[in-house]
């Protein structure tokens, strides 16, 4: 039997269907996603949010996970590490999620 790896690209493309209900652009383009390590089954993913008393940290983090279970095959856990440091700002946002805003 072989196993396929979980590729930190696939879960990126996951991620991008996780939308910041405050501003309508999804999580990755939002420069929130930091870092993603994968294992045979598992995904930690390290992210942050626009703030630090941000109302809607469960229902991003929920969010979060379960774009990965449902989209990435192979994943049986998903572990969100919400992080602070360093704090999130605007030079964090892709050229896309700047387009979305208009700020492009």
């Known amino acids: 039997m ?3 790896a ?3 690209e696939r879960v990126m493309e996951a ?8 501003l309508g652009i ?3 383009d939002l420069g929130l996603i930091y870092d993603i390590v994968t294992g045979e089954d598992t995904v930690r993913v390290v992210m942050t949010l626009t703030t630090p008393g941000c ?4 229902s991003i ?3 979060v996970e379960t774009a ?5 095959p192979g994943v049986s856990t998903v572990e969100v590490d919400l992080v602070w440091d360093p704090p999130w700002c605007t030079d964090l946002i892709t050229e896309d999620g700047l ?6």
């Open 26 to 28: 999804n999580v990755v």
């Open 99 to 104: 387009r979305e805003l208009g700020w492009r």
């Open 61 to 63: 983090s929920e969010a």
């Open 6 to 8: 979980i590729s930190s």
């Open 2 to 4: 072989t196993t396929t």
């Open 55 to 58: 109302p809607l940290h469960e």
């Open 15 to 22: 991620l991008k269907g996780v939308i910041d209900p405050e």
């Open 68 to 72: 990965v279970q449902l989209l990435v």
